[in-house]
């Protein structure tokens, strides 16, 4: 299982950026798939999880109405649109493979995820 993100960049608040994940090594289509970030200093933090239809998705509520979640299930990719950025939106952004099959337990649980990429740096500034 390998899952690979790029995206990420600095930009100043108020402007956008696409992460992308690519996923491969396992059956992509039959599982939901999530995006959690860490801040410097700070724990693992869940952003958003969509289901392996891609769709419903869900969102923290710090980035509800700017963070979109989406997925290609024929290209296996994962994405993150991220608009009207804000400074506490730097950190790093990591995508997660969720250990069930076409469910998941609680999809906001670090622990409910069994695979992970190695990040995308994402910095705002002022």
């Known amino acids: 299982v390998q899952l690979v993100e790029s995206g990420g960049g600095s930009v100043q608040a108020g402007g956008s950026l696409r992460l992308s994940c690519a996923a491969s090594?396992?059956?992509?289509?039959?599982?939901?798939m999530a995006w959690f970030r860490q801040a410097s200093g700070q724990g693992r933090e869940w952003v958003s999880t969509?289901?392996?239809?891609?769709?419903?998705?869900w969102y923290a509520d710090s980035v509800k109405g700017r963070f979109t979640i989406s997925r290609d299930n024929a290209k296996n990719m994962v994405y993150l649109q991220l608009e009207s950025l804000k400074p506490e939106d730097t950190a790093r952004y990591y995508c997660?493979?969720?250990?069930?099959?076409?469910?998941?337990?609680?999809?906001?649980?670090?622990?409910?995820?069994?695979?992970w990429g190695q990040g995308t740096q994402v910095t705002v500034s002022s």
């Open positions: 090594g396992f059956n992509f289509s039959i599982h939901y």
């Open positions: 969509i289901t392996s239809r891609g769709g419903p998705a």
């Open positions: 997660a493979k969720n250990r069930g099959v076409r469910s998941s337990r609680n999809f906001q649980d670090p622990g409910d995820y069994d695979y």
